[in-house]
Each structure stands twice: as C-alpha cells, then as structure tokens.
C-alpha cells in the first residue's frame, strides 16, 4: 500500500526565507503525487500535482515541488516565505490499481516568524 | 458557485447520541470520500462512494455509517458505537479516482459533551 511520510510537525520559517517542506513516499508503481494546504478551520485546497509529466511542478502561491524517483521525494519549496504561508501542509499520494484513495502525511503546520 | 457544502459547521453532541454530517456537491462528480482530520494524524479515510448507490469503508469505518442515494449528497452518520468521535471532518469529491484533484467542503468540527 502506498504511504507518504513528513518530518517535523511544526517547521518555523522567517518571513523572507526558504521554505522546504519535505515528503517522501511510498509506492511500488508510479504515484501521482500532491500538496495540499489547509488554512485553520477550513477545508483542503489544492497546491500543485504531479502526473508524471514534468518532473518539477509548479503550483500557486509561488510553490514548487521536485519528484525525485530515485530518492522517491516530493519536496515543496518557496523561495521567500510571507505572512500569508502560515498554514498547515499535506502531501498525499494515489496510485493507479490500488484501492483508489489518497494516502495522506501527517502533515506539517508552518509558522512564519515576521 | 460548484463547490462542496458541509453542515453545520460547528456540531455538539451528547455521548450515546447519534449524529449525522451533511455533505452536497454541485460539481457533478462521480466519487466523494469521508475524511476524519486529528492533530498530528493527518487525514485518515472513513467511506467512500465511486457511484449513486454503493460505498466502500475506508480505514477506520467502525462506529461510521453512510449512505449515497443521490450523486449530490453523501451524509456520515456518526454513531454512538464510534468511541472517540470528537474531530473535524472532511468530506471532498472527484470526477473520477482520486488521481485527479480533489475538492473539500470547509469541513464540520464534531464535539462530544
């Protein structure tokens, strides 16, 4: 089964600089791979999907993720951090064939420092 | 506006009691899921439907009910068998399997008093 895995529950970033949130995944056939982000007390909204097309994705906000097959990675990044990232990150994977869900990290919640 | 609508969003609910979470969508999608969403847990499955009329437990169904009579609506029923219902949950759709994106209502914060 397939299985997506986030280090750090809570990653602290100053306005201005990096952010890199990490995922590596789990799946014995090609996944198709997402970021989500949840804002407090709201719903899940997409950030950026991989399909196997471009290897780096880019999505909104300024976000970008690499797939890395053969470190079977999925890294979100954003070259300046605002205010406005404060949220909390998901990264989900689904394989074809399998049993057609989402498997979910645990997630990261991210605290911009002004 | 297509969207997914979730009700209420605030929920109480006395213990023994059960409890049912509305979930419409009006984006004409085949599939839509239950998610249940504990800090530091991530997001873990419930049910879910591919089609009117047919539903399939996710990894923690046990004390959850569903049914999927109308492709707009697909109403969780948590019952008093469900030992730690206290959570926020999330329902969201697809047009088909989940390889496309997936869409979430704002989701209902269930409280056990």
Same mark, same amino acid.
């Given at each position: 089964?397939?299985?997506?895995?986030?280090?750090?529950?809570?990653?602290?970033?100053?306005?201005?600089?990096?952010?890199?949130l990490?995922?590596?995944?789990?799946?014995?056939?090609?996944?198709?791979?997402?970021?989500?982000?949840?804002?407090?007390?709201?719903?899940?909204?997409?950030?950026?999907?991989?399909?196997?097309?471009?290897?780096?994705?880019?999505?909104?906000?300024?976000?970008?993720?690499?797939?890395?097959?053969?470190?079977?990675?999925?890294?979100?990044?954003?070259?300046s951090?605002?205010?406005?990232?404060?949220?909390?990150?998901?990264?989900?994977?689904?394989?074809?064939?399998?049993?057609?869900?989402?498997?979910?990290?645990?997630?990261?919640?991210?605290?911009?420092?002004? | 506006?297509?969207?997914?609508?979730?009700? /209420?969003?605030?929920?109480?609910?006395?213990?023994?009691?059960?409890?049912t979470?509305?979930?419409?969508?009006?984006?004409?999608?085949?599939?839509?899921y239950?998610?249940?969403?504990? /800090?530091?847990?991530?997001?873990?499955l419930?049910?879910?439907?591919?089609?009117?009329?047919?539903?399939?437990?996710?990894?923690?169904?046990?004390?959850?009910?569903?049914?999927?009579?109308?492709?707009?609506?697909? /109403?969780?029923?948590?019952?008093?068998?469900?030992?730690? /219902?206290?959570?926020?949950?999330?329902?969201?759709?697809?047009?088909?399997?989940?390889?496309?994106?997936?869409?979430?209502?704002?989701?209902?914060?269930?409280?056990?008093?």
């Amino acid at each position: 089964a397939q299985s997506v895995t986030q280090l750090g529950s809570h990653v602290s970033v100053s306005e201005g600089a990096l952010v890199l949130l990490r995922c590596n995944y789990s799946s014995s056939v090609p996944p198709y791979l997402f970021w989500y982000v949840q804002y407090p007390n709201q719903g899940l909204q997409l950030l950026l999907k991989y399909t196997s097309a471009a290897t780096l994705v880019k999505g909104i906000n300024g976000f970008e993720a690499e797939f890395k097959k053969s470190e079977t990675s999925f890294h979100l990044t954003k070259p300046s951090a605002h205010m406005r990232d404060a949220a909390e990150y998901f990264c989900a994977v689904y394989t074809a064939g399998g049993n057609n869900r989402l498997a979910f990290g645990k997630g990261n919640q991210v605290v911009v420092i002004p | 506006d297509g969207g997914i609508t979730q009700s /209420p969003k605030y929920l109480f609910r006395k213990e023994g009691q059960n409890v049912t979470l509305s979930c419409e969508q009006n984006l004409n999608h085949d599939a839509m899921y239950w998610y249940r969403q504990d /800090p530091g847990q991530g997001l873990r499955l419930i049910y879910y439907s591919q089609i009117v009329n047919d539903f399939q437990k996710g990894d923690i169904a046990e004390g959850y009910s569903v049914s999927r009579e109308k492709k707009e609506s697909f /109403p969780l029923t948590v019952t008093s068998a469900q030992k730690n /219902p206290t959570a926020f949950y999330l329902c969201a759709s697809s047009i088909g399997s989940m390889n496309t994106e997936a869409f979430f209502g704002q989701g209902t914060r269930l409280t056990v008093v």
